[in-house]
């Protein structure tokens, strides 16, 4: 099955600067890599996602990189703010045609942004 | 919010007590999830159900009964639970598309104990 292994396990970061989370995964079969946003007390919520057909994806202050041939995928948040602090975990599956994904996710990394 | 709801939020249970979790989505999706949230471990998927029908079961201890009555309604049934049964569960739901299936919303979760 797969596996995921996410770096690093805590993370603080001045307000404004960059923060980058990687992982790796072992299952070269698997396609799709989402990112999830859970603040603390709340639900996992997807903040990105990518899909092995790509490279790199942006969304305003966060992107995502795909590296296939390496099995590794990274989370970029620019211009970090108080309201990132979270814990951010990422995931990969195979998406198979007509069927649930049945996500794998690392162990997730405590973003800190400080004033 | 009212996507994916799960009840109760908070359960205290004994080892020798049976209850259950409910969860619901308003999403109309087609596919629903249970996942345990252990402390400083990964998301862990248990069951998860296609059009109602459960596609997988992640070596999960009969003692955690699921149930799927519709695409709507997912129970998760406890008894007999171990003190290291205590965790968030937490569901969630997608919709099967022709290409794979999409975004996978969580729940608020049920923070178990039992003692």
């Known amino acids: 099955g797969e596996n995921v292994e996410q770096h690093p396990s805590t993370l603080s970061v001045q307000e404004g600067d960059s923060a980058v989370i990687k992982c790796t995964y072992s299952?070269?079969?698997?396609?799709?890599f989402p990112w999830y946003k859970q603040e603390l007390g709340k639900r996992p919520q997807l903040i990105i996602d990518?899909?092995?057909?790509?490279g790199e994806k942006k969304d305003q202050r966060i992107a995502v990189t795909l590296n296939k041939t390496a099995k590794h995928f990274s989370l970029h948040i620019t211009e970090t703010q108080p309201e990132d602090s979270a814990v951010y975990f990422c995931a990969a599956t195979q998406i198979n045609t007509g069927t649930a994904s049945k996500l794998t996710f690392g162990t997730g990394t405590r973003l800190q942004v400080t004033l | 919010e009212t996507g994916v709801t799960q009840t109760p939020r908070h359960l205290v249970m004994g080892m020798t007590n049976k209850k259950s979790l409910k969860c619901e989505q308003h999403l109309g999706h087609n596919a629903m999830y249970w996942y345990k949230q252990s402390a400083k471990k990964p998301l862990e998927l248990m069951f998860v159900y296609n059009f109602k029908e459960q596609t997988e079961n992640n070596s999960v201890p009969s003692r955690f009964s699921p149930e799927c009555p519709n695409s709507s309604h997912l129970f998760l049934h406890l008894h007999t639970l171990q003190p290291e049964d205590s965790a968030l569960y937490l569901c969630?739901?997608?919709?099967?598309?022709?290409?794979?299936?999409?975004?996978?919303?969580f729940g608020p979760g049920t923070r178990l104990t039992v003692l």
């Open positions: 990518i899909r092995s057909n790509v």
């Open positions: 299952d070269s079969a698997s396609n799709y």
């Open positions: 969630a739901s997608s919709q099967i598309l022709a290409g794979g299936t999409d975004t996978q919303y």
